[in-house]
T-cell receptor, first 115, second 113 residues
Framework: DTGVSQNPRHKITKRGQNVTFRCDPI?????LYWYRQTLGQGPEFLTY????????KSRLLSDRFSAERPKGSFSTLEIQRTEQGDSAMYLC?????????????FGPGTRLTVL | DQQVKQNSPSLSVQEGRISILNCDYT??????FLWYKKYPAEGPTFLIS?????DKNEDGRFTVFLNKSAKHLSLHIVPSQPGDSAVYFC????????????FGQGTILTVHP
C-alpha cells in the first residue's frame, strides 16, 4: 500500500500523560502536514514540513505540542501533559507540489481521547 | 474568521439524481481548491480539484465549477449513488504559499436508494 499511514489509529490516555503519534507519508512526497479535526468541524492546520524543515506552525500548536520529521521521512507529533481539550482526530497529509497544484493526501488519522 | 464556508450542513437526494454541494470563500489569495469525502473514523479522501486558471474540471461522475468573481465553487455528482453518502469538505489554499489547506465545515450528503 503506497498511501499515507498513521499509527496508532486510536489512543486513550489520562490527563497529564504524554502521547506520540507517527505518520509515514507517501514515499516521493517532500511535503508533510499535520491537521486536527474536532466533531462537526473541518480539519484545522497545525504544522507543515518541507523535507526535514518545519516551515510553519499554527497558533493552535501550543508549547505542549512538538513535531519532528527526521531526515525528511516519517514524522512524529508529541503532545505533552495532555488535556481533555486535546481530544480530537489528528490527521497527517503529504503532497508534492506542481506548477498550479498541491493535492494533499490524508492518512486514516489517530483518534485521541483524553480522560 | 471562517475563510471557507459550506452553508448547507446536510443534503438529501434520491439515487440517480444530481447532488450539488456548494462552497464560498472570502480570501482572494486562494488559487487552488479541492473537494474531499470523509467517512466516520477515517481520514479525508481526495475527490477532485481545480486551479484558479480554470472554471471547470471533470472526473467521471464528479464535476467542480469555480466562479472566481463570486468566490464560489460547487461540486456536482451525477448520477448520485448510495455509496456517495458521506461528509464532503471543500478546501482551499494558496499554491505559492506554504500550502496549508483551509477547510469548510462540511456537508453531510445522504443518497437514498
Amino acid at each position: 500500500d503506497t498511501g499515507v499511514s498513521q499509527n496508532p489509529r486510536h489512543k486513550i490516555t489520562k490527563r497529564g500523560q504524554n502521547v506520540t503519534f507517527r505518520c509515514d507519508p507517501i514515499s516521493e512526497h517532500n511535503r508533510l502536514y499535520w491537521y486536527r479535526q474536532t466533531l462537526g468541524q473541518g480539519p484545522e492546520f497545525l504544522t507543515y514540513f518541507q523535507n526535514e524543515a518545519q516551515l510553519e506552525k499554527s497558533r493552535l500548536l501550543s508549547d505542549r505540542f512538538s513535531a519532528e520529521r527526521p531526515k525528511g521521512s516519517f514524522s512524529t507529533l508529541e503532545i505533552q501533559r495532555t488535556e481533555q481539550g486535546d481530544s480530537a482526530m489528528y490527521l497527517c497529509a503529504s503532497s508534492t507540489r506542481g506548477a498550479y497544484t498541491d493535492t494533499q493526501y490524508f492518512g486514516p488519522g489517530t483518534r485521541l481521547t483524553v480522560l | 474568521d471562517q475563510q471557507v464556508k459550506q452553508n448547507s450542513p446536510s443534503l438529501s437526494v434520491q439515487e440517480g439524481r444530481i447532488s450539488i454541494l456548494n462552497c464560498d470563500y472570502t480570501n482572494s489569495m486562494f488559487d487552488y481548491f479541492l473537494w474531499y469525502k470523509k467517512y466516520p473514523a477515517e481520514g479525508p479522501t481526495f475527490l477532485i480539484s481545480i486551479s484558479s486558471i480554470k472554471d471547470k474540471n471533470e472526473d467521471g461522475r464528479f464535476t467542480v465549477f469555480l466562479n472566481k468573481s463570486a468566490k464560489h465553487l460547487s461540486l456536482h455528482i451525477v448520477p448520485s449513488q448510495p455509496g456517495d453518502s458521506a461528509v464532503y469538505f471543500c478546501a482551499a489554499l494558496e499554491v505559492t504559499s506554504y500550502g496549508k489547506l483551509t477547510f469548510g465545515q462540511g456537508t453531510i450528503l445522504t443518497v437514498h436508494p
